[in-house]
């Protein structure tokens, strides 16, 4: 994955939700109780999308290193072939 990529990803996952979640709720609020359901359903948002954040950013770790096993995993086969082959 490039860096640009992975700022891209970084922004929707780390900075976008909590936002979107505030609006969200912060809209479910003014349509309930106007002002101040409004200010009460942006911080429960907030809040929720804050604690969504360790595992918006555990996705983003895993998608960002998805590829490493697989080619540690071909080159450490590809090793050991070599191996057997001059120790025989």
């Known amino acids: 994955m490039d860096w640009k990529r992975f700022f891209k990803l970084m922004f929707l996952n780390l900075f976008l939700v909590p ?10 609020g003014y349509s309930a109780k106007g002002g101040e359901g409004f200010l009460n359903g942006a911080t429960w948002g ?33 090793e050991e072939q070599s191996e057997n082959k001059t120790g025989n």
């Open 19 to 28: 936002l979107v979640a505030a609006l969200i709720l912060g809209l479910i």
């Open 46 to 78: 907030i809040a929720l999308g804050v604690i969504s954040l360790p595992f918006g950013a555990l996705a983003l770790m895993m998608k960002y290193w998805e590829g490493y096993t697989s080619r540690f995993g071909a080159w450490y086969y590809k």
